[in-house]
């Protein structure tokens, strides 16, 4: 890829470059830089704008599902003529139609404990934006098991959750917070959820994702759980902290310093 | 003693712990994560973390839609 930036890229971004924190030096690391969104729902239809807006090089997008009418509510990088229509697939074409300069790699399969690790390999940093536990799980095994950061948005009725792991030697992964998971989680099908909640999360994966990716702020250093009650409008910020018995990453090399 | 629980008010011995806490108001662990004046304390430091006058305990759930 030809790192330096166009003169339609110096426009297009000008706005944003602007900002000290970012610059012309950030924007060149958003250009490089590879992310692998999981999901293209609620949270990864404005993840997913928002990281091709800003100019990140690669989006690897995965999801096997199509899109449904009753998805159109908060799902919204897909139109009404696009309802039977592969979420991945039809998510890069939108995306691709909104910012071009983006390179789009669609998997439209479902993530499975046999394509985990070879899908977050390939990436600087990982968008979990998925609607179930059990591949949130999954995600958080591999993103420690190869030390990838992951950024984990969660929301459901009108709460929502935000999950900042840099999966550094003294930052926990999602099974330091949450020991045990329920098999039968709580579902957008079943309880229903706002679809401005889930707009903010998926933009808050997008923001944290910005500024991981151009090294503004502490978040390489400082694992974060943002909580969000959209009926009240209250925010509660969490430190999080390594569980020594954690049963995915302890022990892991993740846990030991000579890893760096 | 008084702590915060959730935002409420309550009243414990001195002597309790994370752990003791949670049974004694029979919260399920399933799911369940636990912070004390802002920092989530991880599972296996229930047992071991005693409770100090004022603490704000939230209690809360892992989350999965999306």
Known sequence: MNVALSQPEQLRYARQMLLPELGENGQL??????????????LGCPAAMYLAAAGVGSLVIVDFDTVERSNLHRQ?????????????????????????????????????????FSLVSNVDLVLDCTD??????????????????????????????????????????????YHSTPDDQSSCLQDGV??????????????????????????????????????????QNLALTVDPNCPVCAGKPLRSKDAY | MRIKLNNEIVEIESSFTLQILLDKYQISETGLAAAINDT?????????????????????QAIAGG
């Open chain 1, 29 to 42: 690391r958003l250009k490089q830089a590879h992310v692998l969104i999981i999901g293209m729902g609620g």
């Open chain 1, 194 to 235: 706002m679809g401005p909640l889930v707009g903010v999360i998926g933009s808050m994966q997008a923001l944290q994702a910005i500024k991981y990716l151009s090294q503004i702020g502490s978040l390489h250093q400082e694992a974060k759980l943002h909580r969000f009650n959209a009926i009240d409008m209250q925010w």
């Open chain 1, 132 to 177: 179930n536990i059990h591949t949130r799980l999954l995600i958080n095994q591999a993103c420690v098991n190869l030390q990838r950061p992951l950024i984990s948005g969660a929301a459901i009725g009108f709460k929502g959750q935000l999950l900042t792991l840099p999966m550094t030697v003294n930052s926990p992964c999602y099974q330091c917070i």
């Open chain 1, 76 to 116: 919204i990088l897909y139109q009404e003529h696009q309802i039977g229509r592969n979420k991945a697939q039809q998510g890069a074409i939108n995306l691709h139609a909104m910012a071009p300069d983006v390179s789009y790699q669609v998997v439209r399969e479902k993530v499975t404990a046999d394509n985990v």
């Open chain 2, 40 to 60: 989530v304390i991880p599972h296996s430091s229930w047992a071991s973390t005693t409770l100090s006058e004022h603490d704000e305990i939230t209690l809360f």
